[in-house]
């Protein structure tokens, strides 16, 4: 019923129903739980997901699988509460639940808009340490991250010796640096890049 509900677009039906259930003295299940948070979550009600559900991840009745928590994390990197997200990703793993590639690019995501470079590092040696390495839009974002901070010459060294190697460049990769380039006056070295595109 919650999954149809909020799959209809009535979330405030869904919430409702999520209540009285819960009232009744009634346990949701991981379907439930998931289509309400992630259901929510696009619909910028975080904080509301989060309160809901959060009894029922505590409870440790129900085993959820990284969707739910992604979208969690998500929904708090939007609302550029990382303190938040990051809570959550902590809670996860104590919870044996191990964050995947997905939590770990919406992290990196908000790190590179926020010019949180450091820590965008950090996370992508981790990644490298937990056995996945970083796909194409992990570094992408790195780029994009670099390129904005106007660290060039370290974006370009980055697509050159990491990805190009790893055949993960694709047009998107490309695209920022040469852009980033000509925004910076380095009219060769974008020509010379696109060159190489082409």
Known sequence: MIDGM?????LDNAVEFWK?????????????????????CQGGKVDLAYELVIEVIKGGDVE??????????????????????QAIKSFMTKNGCQPDLVTYNILLNYCCNEL??????????????????????????M?????NADRLDKA????????????LTDAVSYNTIIKAFCKGGHVRKAYKLFEEMV
Request: proline letters at 3%.
């Open 20 to 40: 009285e259930m819960v009232g009744k003295g009634l346990k949701p299940d991981k379907k439930a739980c998931c289509a309400l948070v992630i259901w929510l």
């Open 64 to 85: 959820f699988s990284s969707l739910l928590f992604n979208a969690l994390i998500n929904g708090f990197c939007k609302m550029r509460r990382i303190d938040k997200a």
């Open 116 to 141: 949180m470079l450091e820590e965008a590092e950090k996370l992508m040696k981790k990644m490298e340490r937990n056995g996945m390495g970083p796909d194409v839009y992990s570094y992408n974002q």
């Open 143 to 147: 780029i994009k991250g670099l390129c």
């Open 6 to 10: 909020c799959k209809a677009g009535k």
């Open 156 to 167: 370009y060294f980055l697509m050159v010796n990491k990805m190009e190697p790893n055949g």
